[in-house]
């Protein structure tokens, strides 16, 4: 096959659509008005604003009144996270979520444990599940918030949520529920209300609207404070000066998300297929996480004896963009917590590699990996000391 | 993030492979780290006449082995000891700062391998190699 350039790190981001750029134009020209403003330039704004609120809590169900737009999934998992558990100290300062969160949740957990807050981290069984009773089991008199990502960034494992709420609010009603959506949106039908969590925050950039947006739910009368303080946005809830385009963006990108989720089934048979090949055509691999409940484009698996950054830098070469959970990859010698937390072999973990698919990947994409893989891997490994041979 | 030396020892690197019946074998790192680099010296007349590598690790962890094998090839056992890893990064356009770990170990590694030329022949040395194999023994992984 004649090289080609495959985008296969639709987890990490995503390239604009056409239309939802085309959606953000108008707040870039003509609509420029302050949406705090009365006068009829500030109103025109006001409304894009507005309906973009409406049409994204149609789609995602809850009421406009509990939808916050935010800067990104960071910031609306910060804020979800110390805003619940701040407000909720009267009552408790224990903090429950899992091992396999995105870092904008552990380290805000960690954050909070410095403010003394006690944090319990729940542990996934060997496939990456997050089980509703491992997370009772951690539940206390003190617990004011659990935080439970819907599906993971890393092993594609989509979690119980519903299950979860339902048990925890079992438990104790007062209890907040948090998920973390950022990787589910676009993959999974979400409907807040039908969820039962109390917040749930997404991202623009995952599902084709531009970096630097994002969305926070918020459940009407759940105790969270005020995250960012200014002029009396958002409800006076989130400060700052609407991001009107990029608002626009998102909510266009939203409805796209959801008439898109008739393409999961294709997406998945891609998927599946990457997988049989990879293991069919490379030994000594390891396939990490469930394929039950698994986001519609993720694979990842961890090659024995080689290291995941130089099969990154190769796979470049090759036109293929990849990502993986070695050490080397980040600035730190722990390679990927998630493959830790599963079991994944330290050594083994070095090796990963994570390949996410989208819409706009084809079979061709997939017949070119599993023809540059096998080679890229058997080239590295024939330079490691560790390997035993064929 | 690599300059444009280290990508080319990476993509196209000097000198893989093993030497059978070598003179001298110095292997440090280890796999839970996340590198490891064997380093194969033949060696006449107190000459390295040939060197040859294995390394398991990061795309500076092989350009670095690729470089330090380039670096003592032809070189005198003695030349060669005085490898330091900061000639190793000057010699690769520099190297980022949570990577300068992988030029110390591919100096270790060849101090290794000379410390094993020099046992094998019975010869009298206090090449101190660094890398024991164990994380967080020798506090200079924590770039």
Redesign the interface.
Known sequence: MEKRFVYADNSATTPVYPEVLEAMMPAFGELYGNPSSLYSKGREAKRIVDASRERIAEVLGCKPTEFFFTSCGTESDNWAIKGAARANVSRGKHLVTTKIEHHAVLHTMRALEKEGFEVTYVSPDKDGIISPESIVAALREDTTLVAVMYANNEIGTIEPIREITEAVKAYDKRILVFTDAVQALGNVKINIHELGVDMLSLSGHKIHAPKGIGGLYIRTGARVHTFVDGGGQERSRRGGTENVAYIAGLAKAIELADKNLADVPRIEKMRDRLVKGIVEKIPYTRVNGTFEHRLAGNVNVAFEFIEGESMLLLLDRAGIASSTGSACSSNSLEPSHVLLSIGVPVEVAHGSLRLSLGRDNTEEDVDYILEVLPGIVQRLRDMSPIYPGK | MYSEKV?DH??D?RN?GEIENADGIG?VGN????????IFLKIENDVIVDVKF?????????ATSSMATEMIKGKKVSEALELTNKAVIEALDGLPP??IHCSVLAEEAVKSAIANYYDNNGIKHNINVGCDGH?HSCGK??A
């Open positions: 990508m990476f993509s690197p893989v292997e796999a839970v780290c996340g590198d490891i680099m064997k294995k390394t398991f690790g990061c795309g500076a962890a092989i949570a990577k994380c992984h924590d």
